[in-house]
C-alpha cells in the first residue's frame, strides 16, 4: 500500500525559513515524480512544484520561484522542500503527492496527510 508521510510543518515568523519532508513507502518511487501541493482554507489546492525521477529536473510555480527548492534522496524515498523567505501568503497545508506528474492535482492519485505552516506577519 503506497503511503505519504510529510512532516517539518510549524509556525515561523514572515521572512524565515522551513524544510519539510515526504517519505515515501510502499514501493519504490526512484521513477516517479513527486510533487508538493498547499492548501489555504477554502481556497483550490494548488501546485507548489515537482521533481522528476532523477531529481535533476525541478518545476515551480511562480509564486514560490526562487524562494522554495525540492529535492529528492531516491536511496531513502524521501523527498523535501526547502521553503526560505517565506510570507503569510505561504500558509497552508502542504501535501506530497505522487502518482502523476505536472500541475494538476487530479492526476495523482497518492497524497499524503499534509502539514501544517503557518506564517505570522
Known amino acids: 500500500q503506497v503511503q505519504l508521510v510529510e512532516s517539518g510543518g510549524g509556525l515561523v515568523p514572515a521572512g524565515g525559513s522551513l524544510r519539510l519532508s515526504c517519505a515515501a513507502s510502499?514501493?519504490?518511487?526512484?521513477?516517479?515524480?513527486m510533487a508538493w501541493f498547499r492548501q489555504d482554507p477554502g481556497k483550490e489546492r494548488e501546485f507548489v512544484g515537482g521533481?522528476?525521477?532523477?531529481?535533476?529536473?525541478?518545476y515551480y510555480a511562480d509564486s514560490v520561484k526562487g524562494r522554495f527548492t525540492i529535492s529528492r534522496d531516491n536511496a531513502k524515498n524521501m523527498v523535501y522542500l526547502q521553503m526560505n523567505s517565506l510570507n503569510p501568503e505561504d500558509t497552508g497545508v502542504y501535501y506530497c503527492a505522487t502518482g502523476g506528474m505536472g500541475s494538476l492535482k487530479a492526476g495523482y492519485p497518492y497524497w499524503g496527510q499534509g502539514t501544517q505552516v503557518t506564517v505570522s506577519s
Open positions: 510502499g514501493r519504490s518511487f526512484r521513477n516517479d515524480f
Open positions: 521533481v522528476n525521477w532523477s531529481g535533476k529536473t525541478t
